[in-house]
């Protein structure tokens, strides 16, 4: 499996944010982006990008994983994205691209979040045995990532 970069899915340079995050991180959060889904993933990866930069100035979060196949893109990476208030500095994270109170997880999804979460230890960018929370378990009023996505994240 690799992370397909931001150079190669077309990514907006200005998307990439300035600061970079205080590493080894001891969170991931798992979210879930709320926009259509087609089947050109480096394209549904932009649309997302673009709300990020309308919201926050950058792309908010670390990588993306689309439902196709699979695929994990680098979204702002190690950089300090905006995806957890009071944690964007010290937490991974994983957006899955799409609605997921809606569509089911695809077990190609739940298998590349896998890998990048060993991934991230493995470069040393992530503490062993970090908490995983989806994003609603932050006490936020947020249904992030999804019912059916939030079911499935003890796998």
């Known amino acids: 499996m690799e992370i397909v970069s931001r150079s190669d899915w077309g990514a907006d340079p200005e998307s990439l944010p300035e600061i970079k995050m205080r590493l080894p991180a001891t969170e991931v959060f798992i979210h879930h982006s709320v926009t259509p889904v087609t089947n050109n993933p480096a394209a549904d990866i932009r649309v997302v990008e673009g709300v ?8 908010p ?7 196709r196949n699979g695929e994990i893109f680098e979204g702002a990476g190690t950089r300090r994205g905006a995806h957890t208030a009071q944690k964007n500095s010290t937490s991974f994270g994983i957006c899955w691209v799409g609605n997921y109170e809606q569509r089911a997880p695809k077990v190609q999804q739940l298998d590349s979040t896998r890998w990048l979460i060993r991934e991230l230890v493995h470069r040393g960018h992530l503490i062993a045995g970090a908490r995983i929370s989806g994003h609603r378990d932050t006490g936020f009023a947020t249904a992030c990532p999804g019912q059916k996505l939030y079911d499935v994240l003890d796998a």
Do not use: A
Request: proline share 13%; glycine share 6%; hydrophobic share 25%.
């Open 52 to 59: 990020g930069v309308k919201k926050y100035s950058h792309l």
């Open 61 to 67: 979060y670390s990588y993306l994983i689309p439902p």
